[in-house]
């Protein structure tokens, strides 16, 4: 059973940095892609940043340089270092992951979401 447990989350200054963690278990085979979504309360949800397996990292323009994601495919865990936070970051942020589980097929799979909070 594929698990994506986050952590990173919580609260900063505006101007401030924070890296969230996604480390994905239950996982056999090479993982597709890593992602990372936010929603921000009464707004839809966003995609952030996400890395597949082999092409450059995509971001959101919101977060375009400011906003990292990277990848340790040994240790099945994505990250998202956030640098020059702003008030309009504050949202939950939950981790996706793109795999092809024995049986199962081609799925994304989600974690539980970590908050960010960003004060001005």
């Excluded at 239950?26 to 949800?45: E, H, L, N, V």
């Excluded at 952030?48 to 400011?66: C, E, F, L, Q």
Aim: hydrophobic content about 35%.
């Amino acid at each position: 059973q594929v698990q994506l447990v986050e952590s990173g989350g919580g609260w900063v200054q505006a101007g401030g940095s924070l890296r969230l963690s996604c480390a994905a278990s239950g996982i056999m085979f090479s993982i597709d892609a890593m992602g990372w979504y936010r929603q921000a309360p009464g707004k839809q949800s966003e995609l952030v940043a996400r890395i597949a397996r082999t092409s450059v990292p995509t971001y959101a323009d919101s977060v375009k340089g400011r906003f990292t994601i990277y990848r340790d495919n040994a240790k099945k865990t994505a990250y998202l270092q956030m640098n020059s936070l702003k008030p309009e970051d504050t949202a939950v942020y939950y981790c996706t992951v793109t795999y092809a589980a024995p049986g199962v097929g081609v799925r994304d799979y989600w974690g539980q979401g970590t908050q960010v909070t960003v004060s001005s």
